[in-house]
């Protein structure tokens, strides 16, 4: 942080701003309830836990009541302060950005020093301090009757294979839904309260929503996403669309989840992403007063634990299944989805045929890796796209499992809603679907791992050698997959609203 200047005003009137702030503070901490409203917000015993957590860090260092213990205005931001008469001990962002440790402090004008004075002692303290936070107050709101998830009204070619293929073209056999957890309306309900919640990160200000964005194809535009404290993730976030259907069942790009509901519980974990422990998410969960409602509808008891959070937020992010594109309007009308689609563009059409035809004849084989109506992964496990001729910084799932076969694959995502989701690839290495294409077409590195599918006959990278017009329409095929319908659903969208 920038060292401030010293303040020349007066101590009477710092001591009036200082009060003025704690004042606001204080009224945001005590918001009545209003119109049965359920709001969310900080109380002082967290405030008060911190200064205890420091006591038992720091033996014999004792912090009194305000003025010691001081709320303050820095950068058009709320902090909580330990002061102990000239230098600050630690400071709380209670706006929701982290602690922070100073020294020397301009007390008139309420701002924080860069001189580390505190520094060594008070590391221990930054690895155990749980943020104070001053939440944002609002209300959840929810339908009467709950949206109905459980139903998937999918189309016939869904669930019908398509004679000649020689690949899959239905859904069947792919559903990764375990037999304990089928969705349920109220389950799905609690799911979406869940995943939307910023109260379960450390600091109340990121939720799974966050890095999966339902405008964003329930992926994030930024290549990396920031974590609770601004930390980014080690990859770009995957789109959780037809996650539901994947037969291998397991998740992550390198699939180190075995099972969704294993997978949802591990952001609230990560130290970048949310900072919590279970045992902090479930004591965040059952401290608001809305969810032990909502447990009960959904399980039949109000308990709270984190099998049933898993579960719950599973079957929430399984509910989200896409098909309702201009792809689906014209398959719907077409007996093979390989043949033109009448409500195709000339462009649309020759890039699904280059998509679906093999190599030989001319196409580029996209659908031997991205197979089904669901446009999902037909082959049991990750693959090696080719992006790097060797894998140095990620060796994707060969650092889970210890065979080399799987340094440098990575697990295949569904290409629904595929324009929506830029960046592309496990990294975000590419801007646009063009990108994607070219890198297809003329970019196919030959790695050690790289899939059969990419390599000739020779067991050299495939090059297809299309045109700009082919290339065009491929790009133009792949914006046929964009389903308006799920970033716009209400079912899966935030249910909370702010004051």
Same mark, same amino acid.
């Given at each position: ?23 606001? !503070?204080?009224?945001? #901490? ?6 049965? $409203? ?95 936070? !001053? ?25 019908? @294979? ?44 990121? +939720?799974? /929503? ?23 993730? $080690? ?42 422990? #279970? ?37 929430? !992010?399984? +509910?989200?299944?896409?098909?309702? +594109? ?58 090696? @796209? ?28 569904? #290409? ?70 799920? /970033? ?12």
């Amino acid at each position: 942080m920038p060292t401030p200047q010293p303040s020349t005003t007066g101590a009477k009137s710092a001591d009036w701003v200082l009060l003025k702030q704690l004042i606001r !503070v204080l009224a945001l #901490l005590f918001l009545p309830f209003s119109g049965g $409203a359920l709001a969310q917000t900080a109380t002082l015993a967290e405030a008060n836990r911190m200064f205890d957590m420091a006591e038992r860090l720091e033996p014999g260092l004792f912090f009194p009541p305000s003025p010691t213990q001081q709320i303050i205005e820095f950068d058009n931001e709320w902090y909580l302060r330990v002061y102990d008469g000239s230098h600050t001990m630690a400071a709380v962002n209670i706006n929701g950005t982290g602690p922070y440790f100073a020294g020397d402090v301009y007390v008139l004008g309420s701002a924080f020093g860069d001189s580390p004075v505190y520094i060594n002692k008070l590391v221990p303290l930054l690895s155990e301090l749980e943020s104070v936070r !001053v939440s944002v107050s609002k209300t959840l709101e929810l339908p009467d009757t709950p949206f109905d998830y459980a139903n998937l009204s999918l189309p016939s070619y869904f669930v019908t @294979n398509t004679r000649g293929q020689n690949l899959p073209t239905s859904i069947n056999g792919t559903d990764n839904t375990p037999a304990d957890n089928p969705i349920t309306n109220d389950g799905a309900t609690l799911g979406r309260v869940l995943f939307y919640d910023t109260e379960l990160s450390a600091n109340g200000t990121i +939720s799974c /929503a966050s890095c999966h964005q339902q405008d964003k194809g329930f992926s994030d535009d930024a290549v990396l996403s920031a974590g609770f404290l601004g930390g980014k993730t $080690a990859r770009h976030s995957m789109t959780l669309i037809n996650a539901r259907f994947y037969q291998r069942g397991r998740f992550f790009w390198d699939e180190r989840a075995a099972t969704l509901e294993e997978q949802v519980l591990m952001p609230f974990q990560d130290p970048v992403e949310m900072g919590m422990t #279970l045992e902090h998410v479930i004591s965040r969960v059952s401290a608001q007063p809305f969810y032990a409602a909502l447990f009960e509808k959904a399980f039949g008891s109000p308990d709270i634990n984190a099998d049933r959070i898993a579960k719950a937020l599973a079957q929430f !992010v399984r +509910s989200i299944v896409s098909y309702a +594109s201009k792809y689906d309007a014209g398959r719907a009308l077409s007996p093979t989805p390989g043949a033109n689609f009448s409500n195709f563009t000339a462009q649309e059409n020759l890039g699904k045929n280059l998509f679906f035809q093999t190599i030989p004849n001319g196409g580029g084989a996209c659908f031997g890796c991205h197979t089904t109506e669901a446009f999902i992964s037909a082959n049991p496990g990750t693959q090696n @796209n080719g992006l790097d001729a060797v894998s140095i910084t990620d060796l994707g799932a060969g650092a889970i499992f210890s065979n080399s076969i799987f340094v440098g694959r990575f697990k295949t995502s569904s #290409l629904r809603n595929v324009e929506l989701t830029a960046p592309y690839m496990h990294d975000g290495r590419f801007a646009t679907l063009e990108e994607v294409v070219e890198h297809y077409n003329s970019g196919i590195q030959n790695h050690p791992t790289l899939s059969p599918a990419l390599q000739d006959n020779n067991g050299n990278p495939v090059r297809l050698n299309l045109t700009e017009t082919e290339k065009a329409a491929l790009v133009a095929f792949l914006k046929t997959l964009t389903d308006p319908s799920v /970033a716009t659903e209400e079912k899966w969208s935030n249910p909370f609203r702010a004051l």
